[in-house]
Structures are given as structure tokens and as C-alpha cells.
């Protein structure tokens, strides 16, 4: 089981950190990512980091701004977002992986298993 949590209100240019926590399963070994889904709108990729940490991919309109990151001790995948805009406002969904590297397909929901909840990210213009 996946709990996202760490989703609010926030003014335009504001910061927020996301939180996903795995239970029941450890995902040490494998690739997690981060996706989101605004109103009226597809599931799109944002951000996805490989077992070890070492690798990750980041959608284009979130690059420089957002940072993911793990911490296998905790089981525990965080994505940090700064400079945040009106048009990051969705519900963001951490997911897990049965790969442990990143492949084409980490930035598409078909290449999770695991989804968790949702949280969401209001931005405020």
C-alpha cells in the first residue's frame, strides 16, 4: 500500500513536499514515480527515480523546479516542488514499479503496478 500525503493550498512561487510511504511492501528495490491529474484531464508523468536513487526522469514542464528523491531506511519516496504554478494544480499520485531501472515506460502509468491515493496541490494565482 502506498499513502501519498503533503498536498495543500499554496500561493503562486510558494514550495510544498510531497510524501509517499509504502506499507505491507517494500519497494526498496524498485522504481517509483510521481504523476498527477488535473480536472477533466489525463494522468500525466511528472517525476520517476530509480532503486538506488542514483537515476530519475522528470517531465519537461517540471524540470528545475521539482526534485524526487528516497530514503530506503524510511521506505519512503518524497517529491519536493518550489516554484510552483497555478498549472501544477491536480491530484498527485505516487506509484511503484516492478523494474528497478528507469526504462521508457516509467514515464507512462502503464509502467506501475502499485498507485497510491492521491493528494492534492492547489496552486493560487
Known amino acids: 500500500q502506498l499513502q501519498a500525503s503533503g498536498g495543500g493550498l499554496v500561493q503562486a512561487g510558494g514550495s510544498l513536499r510531497l510524501s509517499c510511504a509504502a506499507s505491507?511492501?517494500?519497494?526498496?528495490?524498485?522504481?517509483m514515480g510521481w504523476f498527477r491529474q488535473a480536472p477533466g484531464m489525463e494522468r500525466e508523468f511528472v517525476a520517476a527515480i530509480n532503486w538506488s536513487g542514483g537515476n530519475n526522469a522528470y517531465a519537461n514542464s517540471v524540470k528545475g523546479r521539482f526534485t524526487i528523491s528516497r530514503v530506503k531506511a524510511k521506505n519512503t519516496v518524497y517529491l519536493q516542488m518550489n516554484s510552483l504554478k497555478p498549472e501544477d494544480t491536480a491530484v498527485y499520485y505516487c506509484?511503484?514499479?516492478?523494474?528497478?531501472?528507469?526504462?521508457?515506460?516509467?514515464?507512462?502509468?502503464?509502467?506501475?503496478?502499485?498507485w497510491g491515493q492521491g493528494t492534492l496541490v492547489t496552486v493560487s494565482s
Open positions: 505491507g511492501w517494500s519497494f526498496s528495490s524498485y522504481v
Open positions: 506509484a511503484g514499479s516492478l523494474r528497478s531501472s528507469l526504462v521508457p515506460n516509467s514515464t507512462t502509468p502503464s509502467g506501475y503496478f502499485y
